[in-house]
Nanobody
Framework: VQLQASGGGLVQTGGSLGLSCKVS????????VDWYRQAPGNEREFVAT???????NYGDSVKGRFTVSRNYARNTVYLQMNDLKPEDTGAYYC?????????WGRGTLVTVSS
């Protein structure tokens, strides 16, 4: 199982950025995929979930600003981040939990300048 996250970068406060997580090696259609983030010196924090049926769930700090979605044909989950704030800065990871174990993608760095 592989998860490949991409799309990070530098953006100003109030700006937008989109992340992608491509999943391979497992039946994507029946798996939920999560986004987490970790700022320097902080613990990893839950950001959002895309369920297998297309449902969504968000951490309190991103509700109303971030949107998670998925493309079944591309085995990809997306995280659209709007109205970004400096406290959104960190490494963003996608995660998949299955009966075979928990799998993490490499982090993609998001930096929001004030």
């Amino acid at each position: 199982v592989q998860l490949q996250a991409s799309g990070g970068g530098l953006v100003q406060t109030g700006g937008s950025l989109g992340l992608s997580c491509k999943v391979s090696g497992i039946n994507f259609r029946i798996m939920a995929v999560d986004w987490y983030r970790q700022a320097p010196g902080n613990e990893r924090e839950f950001v959002a979930t895309s369920t297998s049926g297309g449902g969504t769930n968000y951490g309190d700090s991103v509700k109303g600003r971030f949107t998670v979605s998925r493309n079944y044909a591309r085995n990809t989950v997306y995280l659209q981040m709007n109205d970004l704030k400096p406290e959104d800065t960190g490494a963003y990871y996608c995660r998949l939990e299955s009966a075979r174990g928990t799998f993490w993608g490499r982090g993609t760095l998001v930096t929001v300048s004030s």
